[in-house]
């Protein structure tokens, strides 16, 4: 148990559904990240907030929809997905944003049909 | 090629021998994380490197970085089934850079008893 926690852990959803990701911690962080890991790829950032203001985007596109409401909290909204967004997507967080130890979350494999 | 490149990508290594795995970046290293990964789970933090020469332990896990080979190792004595899993490095980026982690691509290690 790392302190960060993702719901849910495991997501099927068709491509014109819309569905979130959520993670929580309660470490006392400032910062919070969104990963997509794909099979023998490395982890891909996707967006960092620090301190509730997003300081990183990706070039992410536009069907994934960040949200941070507190420094407690992030979510990840989903809408009309393509089949290659299928992956396990890690949320992390850290103390601060550069130089830190981050913790991860147990991950979301997301599967689109 | 990747900005930090991971060898072996895989490793099937008999119960009780020592292994490496070696982490090398094409640009300056300024801090190095050492993260073990169960399939399909969240990362979890072994180590972190700061300078040059640099060597830390943690039970039979020993990481050491080479500043100016650009290069962490990772070496496991005594091979157990509890170590079996994917190492993935990550390194800081320049500070004047973004603020995000880079990530190799990891290597499986999987333990024959």
């Known amino acids: 148990e790392t302190g960060v926690t993702q719901t849910p852990r495991h997501l099927v959803m068709g491509m014109t559904n819309k569905k979130s990701l959520k993670c929580e911690q309660h470490l006392g962080h400032n910062a919070m990240y969104w990963y997509k890991q794909s099979a023998k790829k490395p982890l891909e950032l996707m967006f960092v907030y620090s301190l509730e203001e997003r300081v990183e985007n990706n070039s992410v596109p536009s069907r994934f929809s960040p949200e941070c409401p507190n420094s407690s909290h992030l979510f990840l909204h989903l809408h009309t997905l393509q089949p290659e967004d299928s992956a396990l997507y890690l949320c992390?967080?850290?103390?601060?944003?550069?130089?830190?130890?981050?913790?991860f979350g147990q991950g979301t494999r997301l599967t689109v049909v | 090629s990747q900005e930090l490149e991971q060898s072996p990508q895989s490793l099937i290594v008999q119960e009780g021998k020592n292994l490496t795995i070696n982490c090398t970046s094409s640009k300056t290293l300024y801090g190095l994380y050492w993260y073990k990964q169960k399939y399909g789970e969240g990362l979890i933090f072994l180590m972190m490197l700061q300078k040059g020469g640099e060597e830390k332990s943690h039970e039979k896990i020993t990481a050491k970085l080479d500043e100016k080979k650009q290069q962490s190792s990772l070496h496991i004595t005594a091979s157990q089934p509890s170590h079996a899993g994917i190492y993935l490095c990550g390194a800081d980026r320049p500070r004047d850079s973004n603020y995000q982690l880079i990530w190799g691509a990891g290597t499986k290690l999987i333990i024959k008893p």
């Open positions: 992390a967080s850290s103390p601060g944003v550069f130089g830190t130890e981050a913790f």
